[in-house]
């Protein structure tokens, strides 16, 4: 998935990715960092997220329905992640919680961010 993940930053001329690290993630971030090198400025971050999962899903949701827009045709261009981020549920077990775990680093990532972006200029 190395060379997936370094062509979709590469294709879409990323300029910024965040890669957990947990669970051999440094390795995987360090591997697509060389696959980019010269062919797109890309800052590959790595990072250690400790927190309790179903804690973070819930607590950034309602970020993620105010803030986060999809197409119309989500539910047919992206069946998979339609499935999971319509099926979560705050309690009990989630066999796929993947889709909506990424979507709340996005949130995790864009609260965080613009916190330290309004301290550091004192807002917007």
Same mark, same amino acid.
């Given at each position: 998935?190395?060379?997936?993940?370094?062509?979709?930053?590469?294709?879409?001329?990323?300029?910024?990715?965040?890669?957990?690290?947990?669970?051999?993630?440094?390795?995987?971030?360090?591997?697509?960092?060389?696959?980019?090198?010269?062919?797109?400025?890309?800052?590959?971050?790595?990072?250690?997220?400790?927190?309790?999962?179903?804690?973070?899903?819930?607590?950034?949701?309602?970020?993620?329905?105010?803030?986060?827009?999809?197409?119309? %045709?989500?539910?047919?261009?992206?069946?998979?992640?339609?499935?999971? @981020? /319509? $099926?979560?549920?705050?309690?009990? +077990?989630?066999?796929?919680? %993947?889709?909506?775990?990424?979507?709340?680093?996005?949130?995790?990532? @864009? /609260? $965080?961010?613009?916190?330290?972006? +309004?301290?550091?200029?004192?807002?917007?």
């Amino acid at each position: 998935t190395e060379n997936a993940v370094a062509n979709q930053l590469i294709n879409n001329r990323v300029n910024a990715s965040r890669i957990e690290r947990n669970n051999g993630g440094r390795s995987f971030a360090r591997s697509v960092r060389d696959k980019i090198q010269g062919k797109v400025a890309c800052a590959v971050e790595d990072f250690f997220q400790g927190n309790n999962k179903e804690a973070r899903i819930y607590s950034n949701s309602y970020w993620i329905e105010q803030h986060v827009r999809l197409p119309n %045709d989500w539910r047919t261009r992206f069946p998979e992640y339609y499935q999971a @981020m /319509t $099926t979560y549920q705050r309690e009990g +077990k989630n066999k796929h919680d %993947d889709a909506p775990d990424a979507t709340t680093g996005i949130a995790e990532t @864009m /609260t $965080t961010r613009k916190a330290k972006l +309004k301290s550091f200029k004192g807002g917007f």
